[in-house]
């Protein structure tokens, strides 16, 4: 996570003032591994897809994204920290053991999280994901209402612009709301070979509603972050930490940044989150439809 912070302009200086504390921020994903790096922070957890009661994440992927957004990195001394490392989670379960998901329980998954905003004072929530079964444009329309709604009732919503690029309109189904902040990726000149980068596959705008899409990018390239087969042999920890690739693993970085504005600045709404996040962002001279305003510049965002 060091080069991500570094590319994001998440500065030491920056952490050391702001870290998401008392910001509650919701996750829908494959679930969470209840990792050290987490610290007693995962407030509440429903599981759509099974029902189990206790926390768990049978697949990796929303441990992986939990890690990136609000890791505390206990495990690696603050190396592998998260953006928002003090934030409180709220995590829905809402994809099976291989990452995949329908329309039904996300919808049930996103009203449980309106339900519930009053009681966890949730402010912000990040969607890294895709679905197995192929959408109608009718189902798309009624998910991007319901998250209108979110939006309208004073959540930021953060969502991946998905792995379909880069040919364009491969932004993914949740991507397309018109307030919604979708997130795409970008590794800048980090992997100078060029091969395997996350941006080459990054979901591409407009939408199927014409609408300008992604908003943002952030990194996505071989991310390390919390896994969820951590475990203890002997006296230490094995299988702590893993590198994943995709634009799930951009988004959490700009959901993190919008807990770290909210904790400088509670009574900002998500229109001027979005502003203060796009604004501010960092040109890379590339497509409208690649890179949406730039990459996310935490630091810049602060200082608005």
């Known amino acids: 996570m060091w080069r991500v912070k570094e590319q994001i302009n998440c500065t030491e200086k920056v952490q050391n003032k702001y870290s998401g504390k008392n910001i509650s921020v919701a996750v829908l994903d ?10 007693g922070r995962v407030l509440a957890f429903r599981d759509f897809i099974h029902q189990i009661e206790k926390p768990y994440d049978d697949c990796g992927h929303g441990t992986h994204v939990a890690g990136c957004l609000a890791g505390d ?10 953006v928002a490392p ?3 989670l709220i995590v ?14 996300m919808m049930t998954a996103i009203r449980w999280i309106l339900d519930n905003q009053k009681e966890f004072d949730v402010r912000v929530l990040n969607i890294s994901i895709g679905f197995e079964e192929k959408i109608s444009e009718y189902k798309i329309k009624k998910l991007v209402d319901l998250l209108e709604t979110v939006w309208a009732e004073g959540i930021f919503v953060a969502v991946a612009a998905g792995n ?3 040919k364009a309109k491969s932004i993914s189904p949740l991507g397309m709301s018109k307030n919604i902040v979708t997130v795409g990726c970008h590794d800048l000149d980090y992997y100078k070979e060029g091969i395997h980068l996350c941006e080459s596959y990054s979901g591409r705008g407009p939408s199927i509603f014409s609408l300008k899409k992604p908003d943002l990018v952030a990194p996505g390239t071989n991310i390390i972050s919390t896994c969820h087969q951590c475990r203890r042999a002997g006296k230490q920890f094995v299988d702590i930490y893993e590198a ?4 799930s693993f951009a988004t959490p970085l700009v959901a993190g940044a919008a807990a770290l504005l909210l904790e400088k600045q509670s009574s900002l709404t998500p ?5 203060r996040l796009c604004y501010t962002a960092t040109d890379l001279k590339e497509p409208w ?8 510049n935490i630091k810049r965002a602060l200082e608005l």
Do not use: A
Request: charged share 25%; hydrophobic share 25%.
């Open 244 to 247: 994943k690739s995709g634009t």
């Open 289 to 296: 439809n690649k890179q949406g305003w730039g990459m996310l």
């Open 271 to 275: 229109e001027e989150i979005k502003f």
């Open 86 to 88: 003090s934030c409180s």
């Open 92 to 105: 829905g379960k809402v994809l099976d053991k291989k990452g995949n998901g329908n329309v039904d329980n």
């Open 30 to 39: 494959t679930g969470i591994f209840l990792h050290p790096d987490f610290s």
């Open 164 to 166: 379909k690029g880069p």
């Open 73 to 82: 990195g206990y495990l690696s001394e603050g190396r592998f920290c998260g």
